[in-house]
T-cell receptor, first 117, second 115 residues
């Protein structure tokens, strides 16, 4: 399977602990996105990368959140000092960059579900 | 700024009957609009997209949507529901050309299909 993969699929942690999620995009895709989805809501944009450059961050991404894509391939999303409000599904998506076109199609992974106790 | 409002949080239909999922949008410029579907324990999948070409857009699995600028709507329809259509559906609008990957999702409509 050559889709977007995320690891771990589920993470249960205690408040105050740090957690890290990994996303492996489709290999030829330049852009990588992180979204967060809470129960009963649609996904919300967090940040995106074009190759290794982080081009935009949402105001939802507090100082406790950091995302990296060091070699322009896989990405990590780290949450420090987790809070109960961080409990959510964290979704990763990727897309190719085609100059001059607006396809709007993102390819999503199955998500990493975080539960903070 | 752009946003979408999905008018129904839950829709229940019988197998073989039509499906209608309603979406209104708000955008300060010509929007690109999409419908994504999320099956349980599966990743979000693009159903169809409108990007200022034909106003009637056909997607996968027999779904289609019509862009109506005068009504600021982008409703999703399917003539005959199948059990496999049970899922959550999201209406989505994207930003300007520079930030088209920054999708704005609606709250979702949960579709239940009964035999």
């Amino acid at each position: 399977d050559t889709g977007v993969s995320q690891d771990p699929r589920h993470k249960i942690t205690k408040r105050g602990q740090n957690v890290t999620f990994r996303c492996d995009p489709i290999s030829e895709h330049n852009r990588l996105y992180w979204y967060r989805q809470t129960l009963g809501q649609g996904p919300e944009f967090l940040t995106y990368f074009q190759n290794e450059a982080q081009l935009e961050k949402s105001r939802l991404l507090s100082d406790r959140f950091s995302a990296e894509r060091p070699k322009g391939s896989f990405s990590t999303l780290e949450i420090q000092r987790t809070e109960q409000g961080d409990s959510a599904m964290y979704l990763c998506a990727s897309s190719p960059l085609r100059a001059g076109t607006n396809t709007g199609e993102l390819f999503f992974g199955e998500g990493s579900r975080l539960t903070v106790l | 700024a752009q946003s979408v409002t999905q008018l129904d949080s839950h829709v229940s239909v019988s197998e073989g009957t039509p499906v209608l999922l309603r979406c209104n949008y708000s955008s300060s410029y010509s929007p690109s609009l999409f419908w994504y579907v999320q099956h349980p324990n599966k990743g979000l999948q693009l159903l169809l997209k409108y990007t200022s070409a034909a106003t009637l857009v056909k997607g996968i699995n027999g779904f289609e949507a019509e862009f109506k600028k005068s009504e600021t709507s982008f409703h999703l329809t399917k003539p005959s529901a199948h059990m496999s259509d049970a899922a959550e559906y999201f209406c989505v609008v994207t930003g300007s050309t520079d930030s088209w990957g920054k999708l704005q999702f609606g709250a979702g409509t949960q579709v239940v299909v009964t035999p």
